[in-house]
T-cell receptor
């Protein structure tokens, strides 16, 4: 049983470029979350999928951000026209539908640096 | 509104000391879930424990123990006989009942265990 994987692990880009990150959840987990974490802070919720449906988006997710989860398996997070303020660690987590309040398992994250 | 407060920003101890990390939460919901995660220098968030609001039993797992007190809205974490490998940032988090269950995070406590 593999854990949550994310790709790439690191991304350096210039301001104004578009970037896309991928998350592969634990295979039997139908719930998927994206969070963003900046240095010295706790993670902040960005968006939530149940299967392929995006059920919640944070107001932090501006119109430059879009996330998808086609077929309810892997998910992508795209940032268009990146800004220096987008520099952060982008974390993906997945959760199964079994236990109430079940824990989320996190991937290693994608660290984005916008120059 | 929901909130998690970890008042201790940084703690430094010498190996074999006991250390307690404090967590205070705010919510008006009667059903909620509390979590602790560990984030070592590698960056990946590691799940440690989940506690449901209707279960106030304390829990011990090896050198780790957790004290949940609804009367004071606290969910404190104690490491007994700390080791250098315990050095990490520890996050307390809260999620509410419902299909989303996004995590609301504290700012984390950075623990340094020195030899």
């Amino acid at each position: 049983d593999t854990g949550v994987s994310q790709d790439p692990r690191h991304k350096i880009t210039k301001r104004g470029q578009n970037v896309t990150f991928r998350c592969d959840p634990i295979s039997e987990h139908n719930r998927l979350y994206w969070y963003r974490q900046t240095l010295g802070q706790g993670p902040e919720f960005l968006t939530y999928f149940q299967n392929e449906a995006q059920l919640e988006k944070s107001r932090l997710l501006s119109d430059r951000f879009s996330a998808e989860r086609p077929k309810g398996s892997f998910s992508t997070l795209e940032i268009q026209r990146t800004e220096q303020g987008d520099s952060a660690m982008y974390l993906c987590a997945s959760r199964g539908s079994g236990l109430a309040g079940g824990e989320q398992f996190f991937g290693p994250g994608t660290r984005l640096t916008v120059l | 509104a929901q909130k998690v407060t970890q008042a201790q920003t940084e703690i430094s101890v010498v190996e074999k000391e006991d250390v307690t990390l404090d967590c205070v939460y705010e919510t008006r919901d009667t059903t909620y879930y509390l979590f602790w995660y560990k984030q070592p220098p590698s960056g990946e968030l590691v799940f440690l424990i989940r506690r449901n609001s209707f279960d106030e039993q304390n829990e011990i797992s090896g050198r780790y123990s957790w004290n949940f007190q609804k009367s004071t809205s606290s969910f404190n974490f104690t490491i007994t006989a700390s080791q250098v490998v315990d050095s990490a940032v520890y996050f307390c988090a809260l999620s509410l009942d419902g299909n989303n269950r996004k995590l609301i995070w504290g700012l984390g406590t950075s623990l340094a265990v020195n030899p």
